[in-house]
């Protein structure tokens, strides 16, 4: 199975201080950075643009895994590949040739990851994954859009399905990951766990990302 991998959201730093929340997830042992980027559209909220990743890029060294809740994400990729994003995940929900979208990601010499939603039946994404389009994939563990939220345990059945049928691909989960929810996750086979509010509410951010790591492993 791929690697475990700790990717802190920085929709739950301070909004005043993100290069700094950037640097202290880094400083904490983080992995990637989590950039959520929301239109208002497809999702209720609006958050972040391509300006935001480019901080980060400035701010540390680790890859900049960003999370596209946009309505047509083929229109924003080249913004967010050129201003350093290292993995681009658009949903399947979209409005997007998602073939084609994924293609350009990967033309754009970035690694394109597919996500969709809790309601959203695995299926969908099946294609993806037996033409390799994708070289990961998110599965949502709340309803896209806000931070904060309780961990849906029902998409796990997807998370298995999944990693039964992709050994190579990375298995992100987003939504509500904390110290009591990460070790189910990766029983049934996530690699890659997404924590915001855990992860940013704490004192000292270290212990935190090495307990997820650890508990994610064993
Ligand atoms: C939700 C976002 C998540 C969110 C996770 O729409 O995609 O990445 O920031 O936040 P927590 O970990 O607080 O559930
Ligand atoms: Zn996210």
Not at 156 to 172: C, L, N, P, T
């Amino acid at each position: 199975m791929p690697d475990i991998q700790i990717m802190p959201s920085i929709l739950a730093a301070d909004f005043g201080r993100l290069a700094e929340g950037c640097a202290r997830a880094e400083a904490a042992g983080a992995d990637q950075i989590h950039v959520d980027v929301m239109d208002g559209v497809f999702v209720p909220n609006i958050s972040f643009g391509p300006d935001v990743v480019k901080m980060s890029v400035a701010a540390v060294q680790i890859p900049q895994n960003v999370h596209l809740m946009v309505t047509q994400p083929q229109n924003h990729i080249k913004a967010f590949a050129e201003a350093g994003s290292d993995t681009i995940q658009i949903h399947i929900e979209s409005k997007c040739d998602v073939r084609e979208t994924l293609a350009a990601i990967r033309a754009l010499g970035k690694r394109p990851a597919i996500t969709l939603n809790p309601e959203t039946p695995v299926e969908s994404i099946f294609e993806c994954l037996e033409n390799r389009w994708v070289d990961e994939v998110l599965v949502m563990s709340v309803h896209p859009g806000f931070g904060g939220q309780k961990y849906l345990s029902y998409v796990e059945g997807k998370v298995a399905v999944i990693r039964r049928m992709a050994d190579w691909v990375d298995i992100a989960i987003d939504g509500g990951i904390d110290n009591t929810t990460v070790e189910r996750a990766a029983a049934c086979g996530v690699n890659l766990f997404v924590a915001g509010s855990y992860l940013f509410k704490q004192d000292d951010m270290k212990p935190a990302v090495s307990d997820l790591r650890k508990t994610a492993q064993d």
